[in-house]
């Protein structure tokens, strides 16, 4: 497997403290029976390079354990959950260096931002709102209406659903791409929603027909569970759904935690002109070490919901 590059040796400069959001928009917060589960940052202050856009973090149990990382030392771009791609029709919106075919990876300045546009909708459960992927002149590439919102999925486990539609906004198709669509070897197609977990040690991660990082990476099962201990102590998993139609499960757990439902996994995705791409992302953040059957009961009330 290639690993990917560490930023102690990758980047031109250490990040700062973490970003604080302009006054207007600072750090809503997601609520579930009067406990706070997450906040959402939705103008970071970042150094371009390093994928500006709105993230979740800090996401939590219902118990408090935190299960996000935002701005770690060894992918600084990580931010929490979020919505990025390193390649927008050759614009990278996900932060750090850009892998070239025949090169590798290289720092270019090719950095756009995904932008927070408006509000429609802000309560203590559910935020609604508009946003734009744009280049690094300020061209928009990309309309996105997204929602999410916190419902209880018992006492010892919550809900965060994240529902995304992409619009064209140039008139013609545009292009999702990955390391791996651009040539970069040992499933590295994330692109997408990602996840970037904490842990103290490595965390496991399985399916119903997997387990272990080598197993699931690219996958595409209905549902992917990771289990870890946060630094501070807590057990908690976190149970992904929502691939879409060529979707994959990109994930890591050897070199940091982290899950990403992967748009362009080996083949590049298209947001067609005039035909919005829908996604639907849920996870249930739950405290403790759920085994296997009680994912997989949890799975199936859901559906039943």
Known sequence: MTAEPRSAA?????????????????EPRLVVDGVEVARYVVRPDLDPRHGPRPYLH??????????????????VWHLGASLAVQDVDGVNLWGGRT????????????????????WRERTAGRLDHDLEWRDRHGRVLLREHR??????????????????TLTSATGVDVRLGSPA????????GYGGFFWRAVADGEPLVRT?????????NGSAAPWLALSATAPGGGAYT?????????????????????VCVAYA?????????????????????????????????RMDAAVLR
């Not at 149990?61 to 060894?74: E, F, I, N, Q, Y």
Request: charged content about 20%; proline content about 9%.
């Open 10 to 26: 990758a980047e031109p400069r250490r990040a700062g403290p973490e970003p604080r959001p302009a006054a207007a928009d600072a």
């Open 58 to 75: 800090p996401v939590r149990t219902r118990a408090g354990t935190p299960v996000t990382d935002a701005l770690p030392a060894d992918h």
């Open 99 to 118: 892998y070239v075919r025949g090169t590798g990876y290289t720092w270019r300045d090719d950095h756009g931002v995904i932008a927070h546009t408006g």
């Open 147 to 164: 929602r999410i919102s916190a419902t209880s999925a018992g006492e010892d486990a919550w809900w965060l659903d994240l529902s995304a």
């Open 181 to 188: 669509t651009n040539g970069r070897p040992g499933g590295a």
């Open 208 to 216: 119903a027909a997997a387990i272990g990082e080598d197993d699931v």
């Open 238 to 258: 976190l149970v992904f759904t929502g691939l879409g139609p060529g979707d994959r499960w990109f994930v890591r757990t050897a070199m940091y935690p982290g």
């Open 265 to 297: 996994f080996d083949s590049p995705a298209v947001v067609a002109a005039g035909q919005p791409r829908h996604n639907r992302h849920r996870v249930l953040v739950a405290d403790g070490h759920l085994d296997p059957a009680d994912v997989a009961a």
